[in-house]
């Protein structure tokens, strides 16, 4: 049922006129982005068995040798019995060092699809903008100028970071994880998360993210300080030091804010209610429109200064958002993707690949980036 809605607002949203109801989009550069689609909708490791017998330690040095020798470019089990088998998933490898390739890395996109469109009882039918959130947050507490942060690491494991108030509610885009993990524990939890991110947006619609493993997990000592995620109670000159901090430009900062597209806010969570587009589990260029084209005013409620759109009153925007229409360097830009959502996929897509890879030490180039197929490409 839950598939079935996606695909009637998909065509709803291509078809009604432009007013408080379901807004269309216009079409884009086919080359850019990925065919429509029906939305497919404790850090711990898993051991497989070890071989019988016994394993010599000259052979299990000599085997350390050559993984070191590989320069950390495989990934290799050990337990108490020696070298172990790879678990299911490792792309025929069963035994020493693995190197995962693209059809590995295919294999975990296709699971987290698949369980996207299995799993449809959370927000609007879809984890997708929660896992886009994820993704999102656990890339966005980089510092350039103390290289800190950002997603190599995945510290939000641990409560330090994960109980930061920006990060409430993403436990259940974790635990929605697990399972993946645990089918393929050759993936560390940095590659997962920012892999699952793309995921999302490429199976809710979106471009084709261009996407490059290589992060490593860290332990509790390299958790963030609070405070480096945005205050959606706050005004543009927050959101310039926020994203400056990053290295990113005005044109970025709106880029990067229209996932706001995506999900809604919580009252338990950030203390704010309501989604900011009638079509949240559709990656579109709406939200700008809808900030362009509503009539907004502060919403008559108990909770925190939120607005909401004067004629449906059923879509909210934070203070942070309507900061990118009263800001004009920001509202040129704003302008510029609800006109042409061609334009918005295009530099969204470029702006994720860069918050995505903000402070991760890779050890090859931007060729060793990846596309991966959406399930029904």
Not at 3 to 22: D, E, I, K, Q, V
Not at 161 to 183: C, I, Q, S, Y
Request: hydrophobic letters at 35%; proline letters at 5%.
């Amino acid at each position: 049922m839950a598939a079935t809605t996606r695909a009637f607002t998909r065509l709803t949203a291509r078809t009604a006129p432009l007013t408080s109801s379901l807004k269309p989009t216009s079409t884009r550069n086919a080359y850019h982005v990925l065919p429509r689609q029906t939305f497919q909708s404790s850090s711990r490791r898993g051991y497989a068995s070890a071989p019988n017998g016994k394993t010599s330690r000259t052979g299990l040095y000599t085997f350390l040798g050559l993984a070191v020798a590989a320069g950390g470019a495989g990934y290799f089990y050990l337990n108490n019995g020696g070298i172990t088998e790879m678990k299911k998933g490792s792309s025929g490898e069963t035994r020493g060092v693995f190197t995962p390739k693209k059809e590995d890395y295919q294999q975990v996109y296709n699971e987290i699809a698949k369980l996207l469109e299995e799993k449809d009882d959370y927000d609007d039918g879809s984890y997708g903008p929660v896992i886009v959130r994820l993704a999102w947050h656990c890339s966005g507490t980089y510092d350039a100028q103390t290289n800190t942060g950002g997603s190599n690491g995945a510290t939000m494991r641990f409560a330090p970071e994960g109980d930061h108030g920006a990060n409430a509610g993403l436990k259940a885009a974790r635990d929605f994880l697990e399972p993946v993990k645990e089918k393929f524990p050759w993936i560390t939890y940095s590659d997962l998360w920012t892999l699952a991110g793309v995921t999302a947006i490429q199976e809710m619609s979106g471009p084709a993210i261009p996407w490059r493993p290589g992060r490593t997990d860290r332990d509790v000592s390299m958790c963030t300080p609070d405070g480096r995620l945005p205050d959606g109670a706050k005004d543009q000159t927050h959101l310039r030091a926020i994203f400056g901090r990053m290295g990113f430009s005005d044109r970025e900062i709106v880029a990067l804010s229209g996932a706001h597209a995506l999900g809604r806010c919580h009252t338990d969570r950030s203390g704010f209610s309501g989604p900011w587009s009638f079509s949240p589990t559709v990656v579109s260029n709406d939200y700008f429109r809808l900030l362009l084209s509503e009539k907004w005013g502060w919403k008559k409620w108990n909770g925190p200064k939120q607005y909401e759109d004067a004629g449906s009153k059923s879509l909210m925007m934070l203070p942070t958002d309507m900061a990118l229409v009263k800001d004009p360097v920001f509202k040129t830009h704003v302008e510029r993707y609800a006109k042409d959502d061609g334009v918005f996929f295009d530099e969204f897509r470029d702006v994720i690949v860069k918050l995505l890879e903000l402070g991760v030490p890779f050890k090859g180039g931007e060729e060793d980036r990846i596309v991966l197929t959406a399930t029904n490409a």
